[in-house]
Each structure stands twice: as structure tokens, then as C-alpha cells.
């Protein structure tokens, strides 16, 4: 008899019914066979690793055991301004506190241009008392092609004064080193510096580059520039009562109408610079740190003489002396403090050797009987160094120093 319509379509659900869920008791199989597979082959890669660990670590132990060492203990977390092994004399700084913001780095590296370097030191405190005691500090500045011939006898001037009272910055050829003994006041007071080339403008970028480095520490108060060939002729605490307590800084600024004086004027440098206002003097200056802010700071003159005053112009013989007679007339003594004997004629002074070393010839250029103002008074010290020296004069000055400068 035949199967009526429902009848079929039962049959047919019945079917299709028990072939779904044979397969999804075949989809489970392979699903759990699979990670079966899978967990064994992840579990003898982990038992091989840890083997492995194991061997290393029984051998170190018995290597330890050996060589009777102990294995040492795990470094300890890194610790706020830690710092490397590779780090040589590393210490911690307080970048913030008043120490080190009075006085910077002692071997006077930094990485600073020369543009940001200007802008750091001419920055002048608003408040005229210092939140600290402040001693007052003379800064010898030496501006040297090389070697110092003469460093003997400066350290003999220096020997046995606080260097509270002091410091030395030298502006040497890039890359080279003072050969200075760790005890010296020379030790590692070269200055980053550039290469100086005689006449040009790089000589004045080599003393306002000393005078910047110099005035990021707040207790330099004077500036003295000398060179390799300068000498003190009066001791140091002659030198450093003189020029603390000196109301003026010491910059000769002087009009010549010749051709070596006003002949070197450009008309280039107008409006900034009329012909009147041009003036001449010794590059040998000293300043006070208010005139040393001032010209570090100092940009639109500066940019007049390294454009227009070019040979036969020479910038460290007219820049400070033009400028400061401009603006800061009443700050300076138009008159240097270093000896210099140009009675030879030529572009250099004469220099004087082991030969021309005499007592006379020193106690002259102490005292040759004229008269210079110091503040509102008279002296006869006008003179504190002298230039220029050859190397053969050092023996000699050494045996005059005592008796002689006093010192």
C-alpha cells in the first residue's frame, strides 16, 4: 500500500535529523582529538625548556661550588637618577638647587652656542641683594694661541689665596689642553672656544666668549683679559683691593684724528655710528660685571663692526672703546691696567726677554713717577700687569717676584 504524503515528509525529517547529529559527534571528535594533539606537543616543548634551565642552572651552581663563589644577588631596581656603570665620577645633581645655579660645571664643559650661551649670562637678576653670602671674585681671562709660557709665575701670584676670591678661564685653539697639574688654578679652565685669527672680528667673539663663560658664575664682579705674554707686577691682594674697590671699569677709549684713529671709520656704520662718537683704545680691558652683562648682550653694534670694520679696521682696538664711550661714558676710566710699550712703532709692541729683565725695569712699570685717578683720588699704581713677555723672561721674573712684586 502506498505511503501517504505526511508519511514521506516524516521519513524525510527523520532523516536529515539523525544525519545532523552524527555530524556534529563527528565535528566534536575532531575538535577534542585536535587539542589533545596540541596540548601534547605544547607540553614537551615546555618539559624540553625547562631540562634545558635545569642543566644550565646545575651547572653555574657547580661551577659556584667549585670555585667556592656565591652566585650573586639579583641587581637591585633602578633607583631615581641612577646612573650607569659606564658613567665615570656620576653623582647626584640637584639641577634646581642654588649651588649649582651660582656655579656652574668646575671644568666649565657645556654644549651651549654662542648665541645661547650670550643669552644665558647677559640674564640679570632684578633684585640687587643676593639671597646668599656673596664674596666677590676677580676673573683672570686668558686668551692664548697655545701654551702658557708664563703659567709658573702666575701660580706663584696665585699660591696661597682663597680661590673664593679668584678664577681662571683660558680660551685656547679647539681640542687643546693646558698642561696644568690637578693642583693649578689652570686645571681644566679652558673655556669651549673657536679658532682666533689676528685683526679680525673672531678676536672680539674670543673676549666676550671669555666674559660669557665667566659671568655664568654670579661671584665673578671683575674682568681682567690678559694674554700668554702678561705678567702681574703688584701681588694679589693689591690686585684684587684695586679692582673690587674701583668704581669704574678700565677701558682706554680715546679719539685719534690720524689715519691709525678716526682714519679707520667707515661711513658703512651710519646711523648707528657717527665719525664723533669713534673712538681708539687698548684691547687689555677690565670690566666690571654690569659693563660685562652689557656688552655680551650687545648685538646691534657688535653686527655693525663685524660687517664695516674690517683690515685696516681692527674690532678689538675700537668696538668696546666706540661702544662704551656711546653709552657708558660714565662707567669707565678710559684708561687701561696693563702695560704695554709701543715705542718700538709697527702693529705689535715690543717684546721683552730674559735679557731685559732687570729689578729696575719691573719697579718702573710698577711706578715711573706719574699719576693716574683712581675714584676721586690720585695714585701711582696705574699699572697692574704688563705684556708682552717671552718665555726666557719667566726664570728671571720667578727671581724678582719676591722682592720685586712682592709675592
Known amino acids: 500500500m502506498a505511503r501517504s504524503r505526511g508519511e514521506k515528509e516524516q521519513s524525510f525529517h527523520d532523516k536529515n535529523t539523525g544525519f545532523l547529529k552524527l555530524l556534529q559527534v563527528v565535528s566534536f571528535l575532531v575538535v577534542f582529538v585536535v587539542g589533545v594533539v596540541i596540548g601534547l606537543v605544547t607540553s614537551a616543548h615546555i618539559n624540553r625548556h625547562l631540562g634545558a634551565q635545569t642543566e644550565t642552572y646545575s651547572f653555574i651552581n657547580n661551577f659556584s661550588s667549585s670555585s667556592k663563589e656565591t652566585t650573586p644577588p639579583p641587581p637591585p631596581p633602578l633607583e631615581p637618577n641612577y646612573c650607569p656603570a659606564v658613567v665615570q665620577n656620576c653623582e647626584k645633581v640637584d639641577c634646581l638647587s642654588m649651588a649649582t645655579f651660582l656655579e656652574p660645571n668646575k671644568n666649565l664643559t657645556h654644549g651651549m652656542s654662542d648665541n645661547e650661551l650670550f643669552w644665558r649670562a647677559s640674564l640679570v637678576p632684578g633684585t640687587k641683594e643676593y639671597p646668599y653670602e656673596r664674596v666677590p671674585k676677580v676673573a683672570f681671562l686668558f686668551m692664548t ?16 689665596h682663597d680661590n673664593k676670591l679668584f678664577s681662571v ?18 686645571y681644566r679652565r679652558e673655556i669651549p672656544s673657536q679658532p682666533v685669527s689676528w685683526g679680525s672680528v673672531t678676536l672680539v667673539d674670543a673676549e666676550r666668549r671669555l666674559l660669557a663663560n665667566a659671568l655664568l658664575d654670579f661671584s665673578n664682579e671683575r674682568f681682567i683679559l690678559l694674554s700668554e705674554s702678561c705678567i ?14 674701583s668704581k669704574y671699569s678700565f677701558v682706554e677709549s680715546y679719539d685719534d684724528a690720524g689715519r691709525f684713529g678716526r682714519g679707520r671709520y667707515s661711513r658703512r656704520m651710519l646711523p648707528d655710528i657717527q665719525l664723533y662718537q669713534w673712538r681708539k683704545g687698548s684691547q687689555w680691558f677690565e670690566l666690571s660685571r654690569t659693563l660685562a652683562a652689557i656688552i655680551v648682550a650687545d648685538v646691534r653694534y657688535y653686527t655693525v663692526f663685524s660687517k664695516y670694520c674690517l683690515p685696516a679696521c681692527y674690532p678689538d682696538e675700537h668696538y668696546m672703546a666706540t661702544y662704551f664711550n656711546m653709552f657708558h661714558g660714565s662707567l669707565n676710566s678710559n684708561r687701561t ?6 715705542s718700538v712703532g709697527g702693529p705689535h709692541p715690543a717684546m721683552y726677554g730674559g735679557e ?18 683712581y675714584n676721586s683720588e690720585m695714585t701711582s699704581i696705574c ?25
Open 383 to 407: 699699572n697692574l700687569f704688563a705684556r708682552k713677555f717671552a718665555p726666557t723672561a719667566l726664570e728671571p721674573l720667578l727671581e724678582l717676584a719676591s722682592s720685586v712684586m712682592e709675592f
Open 145 to 160: 694661541r697655545g701654551p702658557l709660557p708664563l703659567m709658573p709665575l702666575w701660580e706663584r701670584f696665585f699660591q696661597g
Open 356 to 373: 731685559n729683565v732687570t729689578e729696575d725695569f719691573v719697579r718702573s712699570i710698577r711706578n715711573n713717577g706719574a699719576l693716574c685717578q
Open 232 to 245: 702681574p707686577v703688584y701681588n694679589f691682594p693689591t690686585v684684587y683691593k684695586y679692582l673690587t674697590g
Open 169 to 186: 678661564y683660558v680660551h685656547v685653539v679647539p681640542g687643546y689642553r693646558v698642561n696644568a697639574s690637578t693642583t693649578s688654578p689652570f
Open 337 to 342: 691696567v696693563t702695560w704695554v710699550d709701543w
